[in-house]
């Protein structure tokens, strides 16, 4: 009887990490190395049952003799664009979810004295990955970035890729079983051969002290466990520091900066450095400020900033899909700078890094989070590590990105210890990795309180951030309990308060009533951003205000068959990019408080 206890212990063990390898995160700055992008179009394989790892469709094999056959074949069926989503490209996976394999050659010319990395930017939800016929590595994680060495595992000529993806949703996942988006799977952002010399500099984090406006903290790792000299320099400051890796192949060291220019919204100063290891260099953009607490404000390099923001998912509502080229950036960010934000909170999960690295060329700050978004369960410490490691790997990509700001680790839950303890263990994992930016989360547990007419929040766990965040929704699910100019908040009030959400949907052209919350009317969308901008006049310790959202955007929670057609039109602008009444009253707001 033990035996077979033991046996089906280890059976449930293997099956709950079919795709939840743990690998280390992936190299910094990846596109600063010499890669070949491995995009276009794969060949793809719908497996609604899962049965193609049985199968070990992975092999590709081929009938040799006449009496062999195998009932797949990779070759002339249907192709995927990688990057993107499924969901968009055929309409017969608009909604699916599951398990759909993808798989291309590529040949590989093998260099003595390198290396050779396979990276994707992210995959949506889980896979696995097999090379030439093995499986060389699992993850999951929707929006964060993964690598494998495959130096040793290349033939010389052909090679074949397949990567086993589902996106199927689940109680243990993050985010969790039902989410206001649209649940994209496929091979979402870039995937790349990467060459590297032996030994590398696999990691570095150079960022400006928190505190000081002119010491510059460098701190490097190396590929190998090796000493030696690593040379550091940033050209135009005058600087070039030779620093001595210890027998872990780290190093650290801090110096003054003389002359610096400040990284700020409206002048974004980035600085050409390098980071050198024997023959290997690699280049980076980077931009060093300041941004801080101090009180109930938020200072960035020592002055008040209110923060201006919007947030918007990683979709393009035109094509009905996820955004992952730098032309989507573009598009995202160019939309979001007219409406006059200096911040963009990057809603609800790590965006991919053009995104990123062209706020930061623009000058604007960014929230970048982690999707624990409602129904985690917090119990489950599977769910906590891979929170932690989503974490992790949404900091080691970006913590070099000064446009980065705040690090979200929640959007609205619920006050427990469990919720605590979940919430608590990840600003312990991010701070260990960062102290320079400030940690944020978003709760939406602001009520009126009759006794005392305001607006109250207790949530303990308020007082372990930087800065609180608020999700409410006046005029649209909550009903004005008083007039918006009544409407003063007592939330938190020695913190710095966001405002991260609020809003009401309205489909682009339909007028009405703009006192009837159901018309879904631009005028009733209007006049609610006019009450919300009132209210925000009697909030004391408010230091920012994001209204979501900037752009329509699919969700299947959202059922009305004329207001929205599986859309959440809560967008400032339609899901054909026309703005709404509302956009206006936002600018204006903006230009506004940019005038302060
Ligand atoms: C929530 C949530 C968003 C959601 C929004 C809405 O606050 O954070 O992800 O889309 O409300 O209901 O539109």
Redesign the pocket.
């Known amino acids: 009887m033990k035996l077979f206890r033991l046996t089906v212990l280890a059976l449930l063990l293997l099956a709950s990490t079919e795709f939840a390898g743990a690998v280390p995160t992936a190299m910094t700055n990846v596109y600063g190395r010499e890669y070949t992008l491995l995009n276009g179009k794969w060949n793809v394989i719908v497996d609604l049952y899962d049965q193609g790892r049985k199968m070990q469709i992975y092999r590709n094999l081929k009938p040799q003799k006449p009496e062999e056959f195998y009932e797949y074949s990779f070759e002339g069926g249907m192709r995927l664009n990688v990057p993107g989503d499924w969901n968009s490209q055929n309409p017969e996976l608009k909604y699916y979810e599951g398990t759909v394999w993808y798989a291309r050659h590529f040949d590989s010319p093998r260099r003595p004295g390198e290396r050779t990395f396979l990276y994707f930017g992210a995959v949506s939800y889980r896979c696995n990955v097999y090379l030439n016929g093995e499986k060389i590595t699992s993850h999951e994680g929707g929006f964060t970035p993964f690598q494998v060495e495959v130096t040793d595992l290349l033939k010389a000529g052909d090679n074949f890729l397949c990567v086993e993806v589902n996106n199927r949703r689940t109680e243990d996942a993050i985010p969790a079983l039902a989410?206001?988006?649209w649940n994209y799977g496929g091979i979402t952002r870039d995937v790349m051969l990467v060459s590297t010399p032996e030994v590398y500099v696999k990691d570095y984090f150079i960022q400006l002290d928190k505190h000081e406006s002119d010491i510059i903290n460098v701190s490097v790792e190396l590929s190998d466990a090796v000493e030696g000299e690593v040379k550091v320099e940033i050209p135009e400051l005058g600087i070039s520091r030779i620093l001595n890796t210890d027998a872990s192949g780290r190093a650290g060291t801090s110096f003054k900066a003389k002359r610096l220019q400040r990284w700020a919204p409206g002048a974004p100063k980035l600085y050409d450095v390098s980071v050198s290891y024997g023959n290997d260099m690699i280049e980076d953009r980077i931009g060093f400020r300041n941004i801080e607490v101090d009180g109930t404000r938020i200072l960035v390099n020592g002055e008040p900033v209110f923060m201006r923001s919007i947030s918007f998912h990683e979709e393009i509502p035109q094509r009905m899909g996820r955004a992952f080229s730098e032309a989507d950036a573009v598009m995202l960010l160019s939309e979001a700078e007219a409406l006059g934000v200096n911040m963009i909170r990057l809603?609800?999960y790590p965006q991919n890094e053009y995104t990123v690295r062209r706020a930061e060329e623009m000058g604007i700050i960014l929230w970048q989070e982690i999707p624990v978004?409602?129904g985690i369960d917090f119990e489950d410490e599977g769910t906590r590590a891979k929170a932690q490691g989503m974490l992790t790997e949404m900091i080691m990509r970006d913590r070099n990105r000064c446009a980065v700001g705040f690090w979200g680790v929640a959007?609205?839950t619920k006050p427990s210890p469990a919720r605590n303890a979940f919430l608590g263990s990840l600003l312990e994992t991010g701070k260990a990795l960062d102290t320079t930016r400030l940690y944020v989360a978003?709760f939406?547990l602001v009520y009126y309180e009759e006794s005392t007419c305001h607006f109250e929040m207790h949530d303990d766990f308020t007082r372990q951030l930087d800065v609180v965040a608020v999700?409410k929704?006046m005029g649209?699910?909550h009903p004005w309990p008083v007039s918006p100019s009544e409407a003063v908040w007592d939330v938190c009030p020695d913190q710095p308060l966001i405002i991260?959400?609020f809003?009401g949907?309205a489909l682009y052209g339909q007028h009405g009533s703009s006192d009837e919350t159901s018309s879904w009317s631009e005028e009733y969308q209007a006049r609610l951003y006019r009450d919300n901008i009132e209210m925000f006049s009697h909030i004391p310790n408010l230091a920012g205000v994001s209204p979501?959202?900037l752009f329509d955007?699919r969700?299947p929670?959202r059922f009305h068959p004329v207001n929205q057609e599986g859309w959440?039109r809560?967008g400032l602008v339609s899901d054909q990019g026309q703005r709404k009444q509302a956009w206006y009253i936002m600018r204006d707001y903006y230009r506004k408080m940019s005038e302060k």
């Open positions: 989410f206001d988006w809603a609800h978004w409602q959007n609205e978003a939406d999700n929704y649209w699910y991260s959400e809003g949907e979501w959202i955007f969700s929670y959440n809560k």
